[in-house]
């Protein structure tokens, strides 16, 4: 119930970055500049899913407890639906800012990467019918997976050169959110961050819950 | 869709509003996915009572 | 039962069936003469041909490689494997017959592929032979962890790609930008950097297989 209250009271905030009028946009990106309060949060919220799902998988390999296995994949689902959304509105952007929805940045090859991991364990999933062995492979996948995905997401864009802000030629290279913003824009753009993961929690713990409890009932039925 | 396009170009804050209704329609369909299960969950809590 | 003995035994049978080899030495053909059709009259750019060269060596490795665990299983041996060895050693002899197959593949596809594309001129040879090591040690390690899990779940053929690919991606384009490299012929030093990651991928991934084929192995 907390979530929900702390929810409520920053969406409101958030959902109205045109409250602020005072914004300089930055200069090439104009009024698309704001895309980023709702791109940015997506593809944070990817990796963060990714990071719980293994955190799951390597506590569901220790204690071999089911609910473990729930939790990370109510994870990969949530995971999996905002690696798509963050896919998505990168190339709309992409599309207005670069004059292409896909170029194989570097950043867009990583999240195409992380989309392919998700899309791996998925049909892994699917594969098994037998649940603790469907668990444990997926568990031992997901850790491999994310094992390789660091060389992606943190160190190929950043010696790679490429569009994306935060790359190797980029002038003030570095962490890609402190990039021209000034404070008014900073602290929207924390604020959503924020609430994107409020609500990404929020979710996750529902569908986690449900899903256990289905699991639950189908083996007492059965 | 060439007008489309034009019409995106100059009046940018629409692109904005497309992303925004793109991530909460996906934040939508998953709600949408959880709503089914629950579904599923209370059919089975009422056929276990019988 | 030491590694080397699983090793000599799946050697063993290797050689009295052939199934592995005959299906890695078709693939090559099959896979080098589509490259070859689809080419036809044009004159492919040098870059081009190095990246091609990968994908012969990917998708013949998807082709053959998951044997080691499959056969196991399909033979229903997999049981007597546990209780006459440990986890690791199973895993090392499996390793080792792998990276063998592997450089055997690689050094065929290397050969055939420079005779058949004038293109695929390498200038700085130390430097590709170095990529070749470490490309060959990353694919066999990262074949034979995913082998183990396609071996455990129900569909084998299809999903060995599907599971394969993301994770030799990060390697596979890293192999590709060397052998681009080591076309223009830069020396050694300038391309340490990529060879470092190249290196670091390897180890971990030997880690990590070590770490988790308990999990998969015993249950």
Known sequence: MSYVIIAGISFPIVEKPEAWYHFPLIPGLGENAKIIFFH???????????????????????????????????????????????????AVWAKFTWGEYWSWD?????????????????????????EEKRATLSAVYSIIAFVTVP?????????????????????NAGPVVNFKMNSNMYLVFVLSVVAFTILYFWMWRVGSRSLNIKEKLLKNYR | MEGLYLFLEKNSIYIVMIIVLIVWAGVFLYNLKLDKRL???????????K | ??????????????????????????????????????????????????????????????????????????????????????????????LIFNLVLTLAMNIVITFLYSALFPAFVIKSLMLFFITFILGTLGIAISSTIIAAIIS???????????????????????????????????????AIMDVLFLASYDVVMLSVSYLLFDFIWKD
């Open chain 3, 1 to 94: 039962m030491k590694a080397y003995h699983l090793f000599r035994k799946d050697l063993f049978s290797e050689i009295r069936n052939r199934y592995a080899i005959n299906s890695l030495a078709m693939f090559i053909i099959v896979t080098i003469s589509v490259i070859l059709f689809s080419v036809g009259e044009e004159t492919i750019s040098d870059y081009l041909s190095g990246g091609l060269y990968w994908v012969v060596v990917f998708f013949t490795g998807m082709s053959g490689l998951a044997r080691v665990f499959v056969s196991e299983e399909e033979r229903g041996t997999t049981l007597t494997l546990q209780l006459i060895a440990r986890p690791e050693t199973v895993l090392s002899g499996k």
């Open chain 3, 152 to 190: 455990k779940a129900g569909s084998k053929g299809t999903l060995y790609p599907v599971l394969s690919f993301p994770i030799l991606l990060p390697l596979i384009l890293i192999l590709i930008n060397l052998t681009k490299i080591s076309m223009d012929g830069t020396p050694f030093g300038e």
């Open chain 1, 151 to 171: 060389f992606f997401v943190f160190i190929m864009p950043r010696i790679m050169k490429g569009l994306h802000p935060g790359s190797a030629d980029d002038t």
């Open chain 2, 39 to 49: 579904k599923f969950i209370e059919k089975e809590m009422k056929e276990g009572k």
């Open chain 1, 40 to 90: 940015v949060p997506t593809a944070w919220i990817t990796v963060l899913a990714f990071l719980m799902s293994t955190i799951f998988s390597i506590k569901y390999l220790r204690k071999k407890d089911l609910d473990d296995d729930g939790k990370s994949q109510t994870a990969l689902e949530l995971g999996m639906v905002f690696c798509i959304l963050a896919t998505v509105t990168g």
């Open chain 1, 106 to 130: 570097p950043r867009q090859t990583s999240i195409f990467a992380l989309l392919l991991i998700y899309g791996a364990l998925f049909a892994l999933r699917s594969a098994v019918e037998n």
